[in-house]
């Protein structure tokens, strides 16, 4: 388990600071799914290749899908695209609500083993980012020199009429999968398939262990992302 004393380190290093420093640095986006292509053809991964900013990874993983996911994921014929079928599917807490909180954890910890990009970011597989996302985080990022940058973001409170929340403070339920976007060195705090033992979801779990190593927080103001 990764420590303060190892971000600390790790933190102080030239090779840590200097990603700051790069022009076009690479940015992973890990999109997780199960059986939802026509979420990934109409929201999450089309949001994903038509972001402004366009030195991009984009890894999608399947918890064994079994819909037509892979025609999907093809058919964007996007070389940026590195898609993945897990064999079998995470094994998951059968109460529903337990279920809730840690699905779809499996894959995207496989995401994040295979991300290769300066900073990565996440986007559940029904969310959709604005298109000029990427491109106000990397320059955020630099100007901030913050290991972790969140955001406000968009939800459905009524049918066709949305709202905000205004991620302030940084706390459950003010964060969310889609609106993190971090320091590649953070990879190492995987999504943890136990959290839902804590009754915390997985994507607040693992904003909450970054923050226990003192990572540097910075929040953007403006919303960036749907978050269905």
């Given at each position: 388990m990764v420590t303060q004393a190892d971000y600390l380190q790790a933190a102080s290093t030239r090779e840590y600071k200097d990603i700051f420093d790069l022009e076009r640095p690479l940015v992973t986006i890990c999109i997780p799914t199960f059986n939802r292509a026509d979420?990934?053809?109409?929201?999450?991964l089309k949001s994903a290749v038509q972001q402004t900013y366009t030195n991009l990874e984009i890894l999608v993983v399947g918890d064994a899908c079994t819909d037509h996911t892979e025609e999907v994921v093809h058919g964007f014929k996007d070389p940026r695209i590195v898609f993945q079928n897990l064999s079998s599917r995470g094994?998951?807490?059968?109460?529903?609500?337990?279920?809730?909180?840690?699905?779809?954890?499996i894959p995207t910890n496989q995401a994040l083993?295979?991300?290769?990009?300066?900073?990565?970011?996440?986007?559940?597989?029904?969310d959709e980012f604005t298109a000029d996302r990427i491109e106000k985080l990397v320059e955020y990022a630099k100007a901030t020199q913050a290991d972790l940058i969140y955001h406000p973001f968009y939800f459905p409170y009524l049918p066709e009429q949305w709202a905000v929340n205004d991620a302030e403070p940084l706390m459950c339920a003010k964060v969310t999968t889609s609106s993190m976007?971090?320091?590649?060195?953070?990879?190492?705090?995987?999504?943890?398939?136990?959290?839902?033992?804590?009754?915390?979801?997985?994507?607040?779990?693992?904003?909450?262990?970054?923050?226990?190593?003192?990572?540097?927080?910075?929040?953007?103001?403006?919303?960036?992302?749907?978050?269905?």
């Open positions: 979420f990934l053809l109409t929201r999450s094994q998951y807490p059968d109460e529903p609500a337990q279920r809730w909180l840690v699905a779809g954890s083993e295979k991300a290769s990009g300066h900073f990565i970011t996440h986007l559940d597989d029904d976007f971090y320091h590649h060195w953070l990879k190492c705090v995987p999504w943890d398939p136990q959290s839902y033992l804590l009754n915390e979801p997985g994507d607040w779990n693992k904003v909450r262990r970054m923050l226990e190593l003192g990572v540097r927080t910075a929040r953007y103001p403006e919303p960036l992302t749907f978050k269905y």
